[in-house]
């Protein structure tokens, strides 16, 4: 069965940096479009980033533009999410996502779930 597994969490001072990583398993066949969500206590789960096959595209939510990089092993079947000048608003639980799709009113959504990893920012 699918399963994603994310690591790399933790307490870091704003302006810190931190990488998540995604293992993911238990897929007949790689999926096009993985990602990276969060969610704060209280609020939605929101996109972060997406990578559509071996990077052959990304997207990034505007409040992380410059700071975050996503990227993708396929050999590895890895995902992982570099995080740089880490601000306080960026504290959430983080998770991974496969075959991410956009919903009829243009949200990023998901088929399969990781279980989360969590980045606080104090």
């Known amino acids: 069965h699918v399963q994603l597994v994310e690591s790399g969490g933790g307490l870091v001072q704003p302006g810190g940096s931190l990488r998540l990583s995604c293992a993911a398993s238990?897929?007949?066949?790689?999926?096009?479009?993985m990602g990276w969500f969060r969610q704060s206590p209280g609020e939605e789960r929101e996109w972060v980033a997406i990578?559509?096959?071996?990077?052959?595209?990304?997207w990034y939510t505007d409040s992380v533009k410059g700071r975050f990089v996503i990227s993708r092993d396929y050999d590895k079947k890895t995902v992982d999410l570099q995080m740089h000048s880490l601000r306080p608003e960026d504290t959430a639980m983080y998770y991974c996502?496969?075959?991410?799709?956009?919903?009829?009113?243009?949200?990023?959504?998901?088929?399969?779930w990781g279980q989360g990893t969590q980045v606080t920012v104090s």
């Open positions: 996502a496969a075959d991410c799709y956009v919903n009829p009113s243009g949200r990023w959504l998901a088929k399969y």
């Open positions: 238990g897929f007949t066949a790689a999926p096009n479009y």
């Open positions: 990578i559509y096959q071996d990077s052959r595209a990304t």
